[in-house]
């Protein structure tokens, strides 16, 4: 799922052949209604085309483009990410809208050179692997919101014969898993829980999965984590590409009902990514579908202790200390180091917040 829908809007910006209508400046909100007065779209217009005849093509993306453009370091402490995307859209002048509470209070957290999608991204999937609750980034209105994946409820069916313009069907076990292993400890004192998907291994040959998890989990964590990971990777990849007369209510972490019998395309698929496209009159929408829950992932994984942090503290050494806690100590010894050279230290705005201009 992309973070930003996208628009292309093409008009006949001309009466006389000579002088367009109107002009476009990028960067401007740009809303689209119906003739009820309904707000069809509204976002940024990032690019224009216009040719001698007034033909006018804008691209216009909406307000969650903006997480992709503000990279940043940041360091968060015992927070649900519910509580990180909303510090971040106030740093980054991004709207809020309703951001759905989380839950799950992570730990420590150190993000280095993400955007600010990455940074919302690896906290909802931190998120997600500790509780198995699903939430998704979306706009609407100008601000951002934050909801939780529920059922698979169809918002449109698309069928053929009626608004289905085009589709084809991909299929693929290449990035299935049927056997997961998860272990746990030092090498000496390693502990490890195996669980399968017998049915799979007999379908389709054994292909396992392996991941080292926290050095303290009890067995109950390593059975959870690895039963999570055997439903995540127990799937058949599918992706359906879909071209079909547009609906505004449709867009990314959706769900549409689509019969079309030739590529076997039968049932609920989540919208992954969704573009639309309004010209001369028409609107057509271009759909990537999955039947799994596609939401994007982004694995949290520390940084690297920073260069030439000095001797190391015999608490270090003493095996009283874990991994982490010894990362943030030497982290805070460079930052002070840094700043006393003149330097930069982690934890510092690195982006500027963008100047939005409203028409």
């Known amino acids: 799922m992309q973070a930003a829908r996208r628009a292309d809007i093409v008009i006949n910006n001309t009466k006389d052949g000579i002088t367009p209508l109107t002009t476009f400046e990028e960067g401007r909100e740009l809303s689209v209604y119906d003739d009820d007065?309904?707000?069809l779209l509204r976002g940024i217009t990032f690019s224009q085309t216009i040719n001698s005849r007034g033909r006018t093509q804008l691209t216009v993306y909406d307000e969650n483009t903006y997480?992709?453009?503000?990279?940043?370091?940041?360091?968060?402490?015992n927070v649900k990410a519910s509580d990180i995307i909303r510090r971040l859209c106030n740093d980054f002048d991004v709207p809020i809208g309703n951001i759905s509470d989380t839950g799950y209070v992570i730990p420590k957290m150190i993000l280095r050179e993400m955007t600010i999608w990455e940074m919302m991204i690896t906290?909802?999937?931190?998120?997600?692997?500790?509780?198995?609750?699903?939430?998704y980034v979306y706009s609407e209105g100008g601000r951002l919101h934050v909801a939780e994946r529920k059922e698979k409820v169809a918002v449109l069916a698309i069928e053929?014969?009626?608004?289905?313009?085009?589709?084809?069907?991909?299929r693929s076990i290449e990035e299935l898993r049927n056997r997961?292993?998860?272990?746990?400890?030092?090498?000496?004192?390693?502990?490890?829980?195996?669980?399968?998907?017998?049915s799979l291994i007999d379908r389709y040959g054994l292909m396992q999965h392996v991941e080292t998890i926290e050095e303290d989990a009890t067995?109950?964590?390593?059975?959870q984590r690895a039963n999570e990971l055997l439903e995540q990777r127990g799937v058949i990849d599918d992706e359906a590409q879909v071209e079909a007369i547009g609906d505004v209510n449709v867009r990314a972490g959706m769900a549409v009902y689509v019969v079309e019998p030739m590529t076997g395309i039968v049932g609920s698929y989540y919208v992954s990514t969704d573009e639309h496209v309004f010209e001369n009159g028409t609107h057509k929408m271009y759909?990537?579908?999955?039947?799994?829950?596609?939401?994007?992932?982004?694995?949290?994984?520390?940084?690297?202790?920073?260069?030439?942090?000095?001797?190391?503290n015999p608490a270090e050494t003493a095996g009283d200390t874990s991994a982490y806690d010894i990362y943030l100590r030497r982290l805070g010894e460079w930052n002070e180091r840094e700043s006393?050279?003149?330097?930069?230290?982690?934890?510092?705005?690195?982006?500027?917040?963008?100047?939005?201009?409203?028409?």
């Open 287 to 312: 759909l990537t579908l999955t039947a799994t829950d596609e939401l994007p992932t982004l694995e949290y994984v520390p940084p690297p202790l920073p260069p030439e942090v000095g001797e190391s």
């Open 340 to 359: 006393s050279e003149g330097g930069v230290g982690i934890g510092g705005q690195s982006g500027g917040t963008i100047n939005r201009n409203n028409a």
């Open 37 to 39: 007065g309904t707000e």
């Open 160 to 170: 053929r014969g009626t608004n289905l313009l085009y589709a084809s069907y991909y």
């Open 123 to 135: 906290a909802l999937t931190e998120t997600r692997k500790q509780t198995g609750r699903r939430f």
């Open 180 to 198: 997961v292993k998860v272990y746990a400890g030092s090498e000496d004192g390693a502990k490890s829980v195996t669980v399968r998907s017998q």
């Open 219 to 223: 067995e109950s964590a390593l059975r």
């Open 67 to 77: 997480l992709t453009k503000n990279s940043d370091t940041r360091k968060f402490v």
